[in-house]
């Protein structure tokens, strides 16, 4: 059997001279490109939180927690938040 590896490729000029450049804030791993010095998150990690979660999130939010408060407390991005404020914001 013959494994293939393919080679992580900047997703902005598909160079593959890439080198670790750190971690974000959760922990994924971050890497800079050395043909056009981007650097970013090669397969980012995706969180999905239960409705209860939002909602209890939400809640706090109204209650006046700020949105960075949120982020220490619940670990939620505070784009996040605002997105799930304005999906409620659209409903009837």
């Known amino acids: 059997m013959l494994l293939t590896v393919k080679a992580a490729t900047c997703p902005n000029c598909d160079s ?3 080198v670790k450049d750190g971690k974000t804030s959760s922990g994924s791993q971050r890497y ?3 043909e056009c010095g981007k650097s ?3 397969s980012p990690k995706r969180t999905d939180y239960t ?3 939002k ?3 939400l809640r706090a ?3 006046g927690t ?3 408060g949120l982020r220490r407390i619940f670990g939620v ?3 996040t938040v605002s997105a799930w404020l304005k999906k409620k914001q659209k409903r009837p």
């Open 16 to 18: 593959e001279r890439l």
């Open 32 to 34: 800079l490109c050395r």
């Open 40 to 42: 970013r998150v090669l």
């Open 51 to 53: 409705e209860r979660q």
């Open 55 to 57: 909602e209890r999130i």
């Open 61 to 63: 939010y109204r209650e």
């Open 66 to 68: 700020s949105l960075r």
């Open 77 to 79: 991005a505070r784009q």
